[in-house]
């Protein structure tokens, strides 16, 4: 004590300075605590699944939330939805068979562009013009348990629906895109990647939201960063025991995720799966020794749509076409083994 106060005018000062300081920079750090972002949670239904937000945000979360589920209805209402008349795709289908096709907005045509092309390149694994042959075998609406008795289309009605399908006979011309009698489109496979880039947008117009990770059904959309400095961790269901999980990916940053599994929607008859996954070659369920594909890729759309062309294609023929779009696949076949591409490998924990 004494010799803390026999300090010289000169030292009292620097002291005093130096307090000053440490001071400061210790409001600062509160300060930056304070302006922690927080974390918003939501749970809610859109396009007919379950959508699950988190956003890191300091504040005005239930807003961006809110906004986010505005985006994904306003995308299914306006755009994707087979169901509803205000849908461009509803129209298209209504209006199949007619010469003069319907026009288009800018968005669905550039996202049918982009279709198409994984169309081509998948060899037709992937094709949005197999409406018909899904609507035959119904598998949503056993799922649903909107139906009791189930009715397996026969061979000829399945024929028949083929005949019609085939993304080479879609006229896409001056905006306008025709569909012949009896072809139907569906973005089912599709959709929820979309809703998952629809979001990215938004997202990044909202430089407040520090980070944030969305599930769009089977789609997941991680943005930015969580406050910790950990890394998202997105959970792969295993196909084999649907409420357990194979193992997970260690994201950083932007990132898009989308599972197809004959899992998620199916009818069983006579021990017998039929799963809501159609190989547009044959028109039945698709069975290519697989039970389910993950594609990690910076697009919602493609990851979406690859996932669904891989779970057709088969874990062999699937190479090739990730590798073109500079994806990463993981597989789960029928006996349970997992396989992935080498892209993977750095992402992917095993459970
Ligand atoms: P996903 O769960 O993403 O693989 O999408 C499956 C949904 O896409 C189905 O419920 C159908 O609506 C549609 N679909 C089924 N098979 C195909 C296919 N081979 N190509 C494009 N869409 C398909
Ligand atoms: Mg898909």
């Known amino acids: 004590m004494k010799l803390f106060l026999k300090k010289s005018k000169k030292q009292w000062k620097r002291?005093?300075?130096?307090?000053?300081f440490c001071f400061m920079v210790a409001n600062l750090g509160f300060a930056g605590c304070s302006a922690k972002p927080t974390c918003y949670q939501r749970i809610d239904t859109a396009?007919?699944?379950?959508?699950?937000?988190?956003?890191?945000?300091?504040?005005?979360?239930?807003?961006?939330?809110?906004?986010i589920r505005a985006q994904i209805v306003t995308l299914e209402e306006q755009f994707l939805s087979r169901r509803k008349e205000t849908a461009e795709l509803y129209q298209i289908n209504t209006h199949a068979g007619e010469t003069q096709g319907i026009a288009v907005s800018e968005t669905l045509w550039g996202i049918c562009m982009e279709l198409l092309e994984v169309s081509e390149r998948s060899g037709g694994a992937f094709d949005f013009t197999v409406g018909e042959t899904v609507r035959l075998w119904d598998i949503d609406s056993y799922a649903a348990k909107e139906k009791e008795e189930v009715v397996l289309p026969s061979p000829d009605q399945i024929a028949a629906s083929l005949a019609d399908t085939g993304y080479e006979k879609l006229q896409l011309q001056?905006?306008?895109?025709?569909?012949?009698?009896?072809?139907?489109?569906?973005l089912g496979a599709a959709g929820k990647g979309i809703a998952c880039d629809a979001v990215l947008t938004f997202l990044r117009s909202q430089p407040q939201v520090a980070g944030a990770i969305i599930s769009v059904g089977g789609s997941i959309?991680?943005?930015?960063?969580?406050?910790?400095?950990?890394?998202w961790n997105v959970g792969i269901v295993d196909p084999l025991n649907p409420s357990d999980y194979v193992g997970g990916l260690a994201l950083e940053g932007q990132w898009c995720v989308s599972t197809s599994g004959d899992y998620e929607r199916y009818v069983e008859v006579e021990g017998r799966r039929y799963h809501h996954i159609i190989d547009p070659d044959s028109g039945y369920p698709a069975d290519a020794?697989?039970?389910?594909?993950?594609?990690?890729?910076r697009s919602?759309?493609?990851?979406?749509a690859l996932s669904t062309a891989c779970f057709v294609l088969g874990y062999e023929e699937s190479l090739t076409l990730l590798e073109t779009y500079d994806a990463h696949g993981l597989f789960v076949d029928k006996q349970g083994n997992v396989m992935w591409t080498p892209g993977m490998e750095r992402y992917y924990m095993p459970g």
């Open 15 to 20: 002291i005093v300075w130096i307090y000053s």
């Open 47 to 67: 396009m007919g699944t379950v959508v699950k937000e988190t956003v890191y945000v300091e504040k005005g979360g239930e807003d961006i939330t809110a906004q």
């Open 174 to 186: 001056n905006g306008r895109i025709t569909l012949h009698k009896g072809m139907q489109l569906d």
């Open 221 to 231: 959309l991680t943005y930015g960063k969580k406050p910790d400095g950990t890394l």
């Open 289 to 297: 020794g697989l039970t389910s594909v993950t594609i990690l890729s």
């Open 300 to 304: 919602g759309v493609l990851s979406d």
